[in-house]
């Protein structure tokens, strides 16, 4: 996200430090700082508990520590393994339509018109609708019951017949793919829009006295500037979306026969269709894991480009 | 963007172009949203007879009235309200502050609290709800709306604390540094001078905070029994699955649900791009 300054800059001239200017900073961050401890970073240690012992609500008897079975189960846990790939071309197909669609609005909206400010709340409306409701109102639209979307597919000779493409394995993750689309776009919208209006005029008047063309102030300038804001969204939306199980809980359940039915969805399933909060934790940090890989490996790639522009 | 030296003929077709693609964007964000409501004021016979339509031949509220009057909804509604507001107000103060001390002070440990804060948005949240489940049951804060709000508030305190520093980083340091010469405390200065200026930047975290509440659905779901207290979401789900062959009253339930969120970004979204404009958005 915007301004997010992973290296924070040594701290200016030597001064005396009192306690008191060592406490101030953590005064201020100490209500977040505390909730963030007791909601997120001791359930997380819970949770990492249990990944290494059995935790079944229906099986109370059954408690106790497993070591690494439940990581030895994962490995020859074919629906995970098929839920991964689900997840990767989930994450990636949503990104890159939310991605792309995101900077052209950006671009659309970067000018001034007769109008403007209608057409922006008009356009950044999807987000503001809740996401599981996306879900329901595409889950809808998709149905040849009341819906339009497969009778207009049909017609375009898209689909052989009107038929619900979520209860079809072939197409069924489309439909998810579809809403958070139609959901994500505003998001980066906004971000890339903001990064743009960020730009001082005065580095085109600059590069233009430099004789730079149209393409290299593109690249040198606009790239250069929206680089950081792009690659911390990305990463940030990355991550959410491989998180993000509602759409396909509620659109499809993971279904038809598994073919919409990623980590997220899989480790909801586990957790709270089959009680298991061992394997459904262990699940969790093999996908925390990889999300961490992730993370790392994008916010290297992020220094580099931006020696690179 | 910059077209000048382009013939007056680019220059047309780049407007037209311009307006083109607007549209297309418009009607692409409106079109499911207008067909959830044409659904809702279908008579239940139309929808059936008439095929599709994109227009019914006939209209009706009754389905909204039903909703309103003849089942749990407005409880939904109530519970929402609070536990969106609940949040909203507590992370734009918890994030108000932890914004400012990253935007103002340097610390030592300022880089590992801002990568903490970076790698809490990777935490897989159904991994969390089991414990948290565990961890609230002595408490009595399970199957309660402040149990829900403070989960909700520590969620999304990271983001907003982001956010909140963007848009300090908009406000220049030599303002507070006046008022403290001037003899204000650091805090009296960023009561007095630094948070009214900040007040487009909170409006914009409120709102996004109360939106990301309002549609939160697996907390909910996992932390509420109780049909008294269950927000929208969770009741909407519920009342999908009890009423699953009544689209009409789930469709008019789901657009009496998109109301307030609606109303709320519509009002916040010009200082979201603001806000993040001003916040030289530097990375």
């Known amino acids: 996200m915007a301004g997010i300054a992973l290296n924070a800059p040594e701290g200016g001239p030597a001064r005396r430090r009192t306690f008191r200017s060592l406490a101030e900073p953590w005064t201020y961050l100490s209500p977040t700082l505390v909730l963030i401890a007791l909601f997120m970073l001791v359930p997380l240690v819970v949770g990492i508990g249990f990944a290494f012992q059995n935790v079944q609500i229906l099986n109370p008897f059954k408690r106790g520590f497993v070591g690494l079975a439940h990581f030895e189960a994962i490995w020859q846990d074919r629906i995970f393994w098929r839920a991964l790939g689900n997840t990767l071309w989930w994450t990636f197909a949503s990104l890159f339509l939310q991605f792309f669609l995101g900077l052209g609005l950006a671009l659309l909206l970067w000018r001034e018109f007769k109008g403007k400010k209608l057409v922006q709340a008009i356009v950044f409306l999807p987000w503001a609708v809740p996401s599981f409701l996306s879900g329901l109102t595409f889950a809808w639209l998709f149905n040849p019951v009341v819906g339009p979307l497969p009778h207009w597919l049909h017609a375009l000779g898209l689909l052989a017949a009107p038929d619900n493409i979520l209860g079809d394995p072939a197409l069924a993750m489309w439909g998810p793919i579809t809403a958070n689309v139609w959901w994500g776009i505003p998001f980066f919208a906004i971000t890339i829009l903001a990064a743009l209006q960020s730009i001082p005029n005065e580095m085109y008047e600059a590069a233009a006295i430099d004789g730079a063309g149209t393409w290299a102030r593109f690249r040198h300038v606009t790239i250069a500037y929206l680089i950081p804001t792009v690659a911390i969204t990305i990463l940030l939306r990355t991550i959410w979306i491989a998180n993000f199980g509602d759409l396909i809980v509620v659109m499809t359940g993971g279904g038809p026969a598994g073919q919409t039915q990623i980590l997220p969805s899989y480790i909801f399933t586990i957790a709270f269709r089959k009680l298991d909060f061992g394997y459904a934790s262990a699940l969790s940090m093999v996908l925390l894991g990889l999300l961490f890989l992730y993370a790392i490996l994008i916010l290297e790639m992020r220094k580099r480009l931006r020696s690179a522009f | ?283």
């Not at chain 2, 910059?2 to 307006?19: I, K, L, N």
């Not at chain 2, 804060?117 to 709306?145: C, E, H, K």
């Open chain 2, 1 to 283: 963007m910059v077209v000048a030296g382009a013939s007056p003929f680019a220059r047309r077709f780049g407007t037209v172009f311009h307006r083109l693609a607007l549209a297309l964007y418009v009607l692409a964000a409106l079109f499911p949203l207008y067909w959830l409501i044409k659904i809702a004021v279908t008579p239940t016979d139309l929808l059936f007879g008439e095929g599709i339509r994109l227009w019914p031949s006939r209209a009706t509220l009754d389905n909204f009235g039903e909703v309103l009057g003849a089942t749990d909804f407005p409880w939904y509604f109530a519970n929402s309200v609070i536990v969106s507001f609940g949040t909203a107000i507590g992370v734009t103060l918890a994030a108000s502050l932890s914004g400012y001390a990253l935007s103002r002070f340097t610390f030592r440990a300022k880089a590992p609290v801002l990568f903490f804060l970076l790698l809490t948005q990777i935490f897989p949240l159904v991994m969390l709800i089991a414990p948290i489940y565990r961890l609230m049951t002595p408490l009595g804060l399970v199957d309660s709306l402040t149990g829900l709000i403070l989960v909700y508030t520590a969620y999304n305190a990271p983001f907003a604390t982001f956010l909140m520093q963007s848009f300090f980083e908009g406000i220049p340091k030599e303002l507070e540094e006046a008022a403290m010469i001037d003899g204000c405390t650091r805090f009296q200065s960023l009561r007095r001078v630094i948070l009214p200026l900040t007040l487009p930047g909170m409006g914009a975290t409120l709102g996004f905070v109360f939106t990301a509440a309002w549609s939160e659905l697996l907390f909910a779901l996992m932390l509420i029994s109780s049909e008294t207290k269950m927000t929208f979401p969770v009741g909407l789900l519920t009342f999908v699955s009890k009423f699953s062959v009544d689209w009409g009253q789930m469709t008019a339930a789901a657009v009496l649900a998109l109301i307030p969120a609606c109303l709320f970004f519509a009002l916040i979204q010009r200082y979201l791009v603001q806000g993040l404009t001003a916040g030289a958005v530097k990375g």
